[in-house]
């Protein structure tokens, strides 16, 4: 008896073990509840997401009753804030068109744009993301006809000036700037000019859901995964393809249409930029019942957007038994520069006294593991690198030593054993040393 309850105690602390250590499925995103068309925007440290929602897995055409709002501190747990159902705006009666949505934030009020269905966009106001919402217009502020297109999927693009920018269009894309009561046009709506379009459904034409980012002094006009740039909001906006490449995705997530119906958004959090749309891949999913998935970007040095990773893991989380975790993917970063390596790739670098790269929710660990990083170093001191668990002043896991290189692009490995327990841990990478840059990381990775 004594040796059964060994052993089903022996089990159960190995069953602990085995579920503290994996991978939690970050993609898809609050699997399953049909949250598509998802538009992320940062308030407070908090990512807010204002999303449609497919209603049923049994529906044969677009069947979404309201709009949400979820909210998330560490993009992996999300929380349901509010629901806008369309008896609360103009339409004031149950609707089955309730299409894209986004929302921002000025001067302490919330302002949530939304599809009327495929021709007019209306606005609501409220003191908090979780409502209660209330129309202030009691009519569309973009309604049918305006321009010469569907009027529906609308963006906001909020400029370093203060000045809010709405754009939206199917296909033909038009921005209008909004006064500052964010209610109301302070102009007549403008054409945006793209080219050398292409999209979805090949050359010269874009698609649904058009979305504005600023980044550098770069706008960034995107629909589904294709983007294009200009120096100036109006434009003219020159494309530059799709943010999606099928060597970068995971074979669950690739399907026969891997660039349609995306409705991506990208926005910044935490100094890494990511960039969130619709996913298919998964069973169970279509054309009427989607989810959301989520992942890093990287900026070329020359602003170009490079193909994005989509997997499993997604962000938030690493997994220590996977062959490397390329440094760029940081959850967190204090006084750091990602820019594009020499051997290709991205790399980390300005790592000089009080740099720090985090890296939440390190899953698959041994106990005392060896990590080992890729690094250089034209310093001719080099520098040190303190294995933090949780944050800069938290217990010191382990030491590693960079010692000079031969120059900033010659990278080499160096190693050292934590002493961690089997369990999942998050790390933070705390830079030290003399001279404006110490080293610059380009990945790590873990051995028994």
Request: one cysteine or more; aromatic letters at 12%.
């Amino acid at each position: 008896m004594n040796y059964i309850l060994n052993m089903r105690t022996r089990f159960a602390v190995i069953l602990a073990m085995l579920v503290q250590n994996a991978v939690q499925a970050a993609n898809p995103i609050v699997d399953g509840q049909g949250l598509c068309d998802p538009h992320a925007v940062v308030f407070d440290d908090r990512v807010y997401l204002f999303a449609t929602h497919d209603f049923d897995k049994a529906n044969k055409g677009f069947v979404m009753k309201d709009w949400w709002c979820w909210s998330s501190s560490d993009l992996l747990n999300w929380k349901h804030e509010s629901t806008l159902k369309p008896e609360q705006t103009f339409i004031g009666k149950p609707f089955n068109n309730c299409w894209a949505t986004f929302g921002v934030r000025k001067n302490g009020k919330y302002y949530w744009y939304f599809s009327a269905g495929e021709r007019q966009i209306g606005v609501v106001t409220a003191d908090s993301p979780a409502g209660p919402w209330r129309d202030p217009l009691g009519k569309p502020l973009i309604p049918a006809g305006m321009s010469p297109t569907e009027s529906r999927d609308p963006d906001v693009l909020m400029d370093d000036d203060g000045k809010a920018y709405l754009v939206y269009g199917t296909f033909n894309y038009f921005i209008v700037r909004l006064n500052d009561d964010m209610i109301s046009l302070a102009e007549p709506a403008h054409p945006l000019k793209i080219l050398n379009a292409e999209g979805p459904y090949g050359k010269g034409k874009t698609d649904d859901k058009p979305s504005l980012h600023k980044r550098n002094g770069i706008y960034y006009l995107s629909w589904s995964s294709y983007y294009a740039t200009s120096d100036t909001v109006y434009g003219p906006y020159t494309c530059k393809g799709s943010v999606i490449d099928q060597q970068k995705v995971a074979p669950e997530f690739r399907d026969q249409r891997l660039t349609h119906d995306r409705h991506g958004n990208f926005f910044e959090f935490n100094t890494q930029t990511y960039y969130i749309s619709n996913d298919k891949s998964q069973p169970g999913r279509g054309e009427h019942y989607r989810d959301s998935i989520i992942t890093t970007v990287h900026y070329k040095d020359n602003g170009d957007i490079a193909p994005v990773r989509i997997d499993r893991i997604g962000v938030g989380q690493y997994d220590a038994s996977q062959p490397r975790i390329e440094a760029e993917d940081y959850f967190k970063s204090v006084k750091a520069e990602k820019r594009e390596c020499p051997a290709g790739g991205f790399e980390m670098r300005g790592l000089a006294k009080g740099s720090a790269l985090y890296y939440p929710n390190v899953s698959n660990l041994v106990a005392g593991v060896t990590m080992t990083i890729v690094a250089a170093s034209g310093n001719p001191k080099g520098g040190l690198i303190k294995i933090r668990e949780n944050s800069p002043s938290g217990k010191v896991l382990g030491t590693c030593h960079i010692t000079p290189t031969g120059g900033w692009a010659v990278f080499k490995e160096f190693s050292c054993k934590l002493s961690n327990e089997a369990r999942q841990t998050s790390l933070c990478l705390e830079f030290s040393g003399r001279g404006p840059e110490l080293c610059r990381v380009d990945s790590f990775r873990f051995q028994d």
